[in-house]
């Protein structure tokens, strides 16, 4: 699959090896989703991965000298923002081996580095993780599990269908460009959302 080494659009500060042709997610796996291979979501900057790396590069403290861990990590767009915003260690995990394999390549890009394991992550991030029925209640799990044990979560959302607001506070918002033929617009108001204590 082609693509190019291109500056994020809402973080121009960093690069990605993108798909820069006008196509949409499944033009790339020959218009057919197969549950036995993840469409290549790492191929795109999605709007919360966009807006978690504009928020972190504008608000290092969030991370400097953290273990940060990027769930569902796509093109690895917010981990890396994370490692260029002065995090102690950065690792990213995603079901699919391409994205993960590809948010390195990326970090290589940009002269950092992710770690391969993380133990103990003190920030976790996950942008664009509530799209379908099926994977929000368990991302809901994971995060909220990593929230009691004391991190941070963070959260990059454009209005998806399935995030559950009631567990987080509004931080901010960002006016993201996305491509048309993704998103059927060509911007996306997306929020940085904070999670709230487990107590709730």
């Not at 569902?72 to 081996?97: E, K, L, M, N, R």
Request: glycine share 8%; net charge negative.
């Amino acid at each position: 699959m082609p693509t190019t080494l291109s500056p994020v659009p809402l973080a121009p500060e960093l690069s990605l090896y993108l798909v820069t042709q006008p196509v949409g997610l499944f033009d790339l796996t020959g218009g057919e989703f197969r549950s036995d291979r993840p469409p290549p979501f790492w191929a795109f900057a999605w709007a919360g991965g966009q807006a978690l790396a504009r928020f972190l590069l504008d608000h290092p403290s969030e991370v400097a000298g953290r273990r940060v861990l990027d769930v569902a990590t796509g093109s690895g767009v917010a981990a890396i923002a994370a490692a260029y915003a002065g995090a102690a260690a950065v690792a990213c995990t995603d079901i699919d081996p391409a994205a993960v394999e590809a948010a390195h390549r990326n970090a290589s890009a940009n002269g950092l580095s992710l770690v391969g394991r993380l133990d103990d992550p003190q920030v976790l991030l996950a942008g664009d993780v509530f799209y379908s029925p099926v994977v929000a209640p368990k991302m809901v799990a994971q995060l909220r599990a990593a929230r009691k044990a004391g991190a941070e979560v963070l959260v990059g959302d454009p209005g998806r269908g399935f995030f559950p607001e009631r567990l987080f506070d509004l931080v901010t918002e960002y006016v993201v460009p996305v491509p048309r033929t993704l998103e059927e617009t060509e911007t996306l108001t997306t929020g940085i959302w904070r999670m709230r204590s487990s107590r709730n």
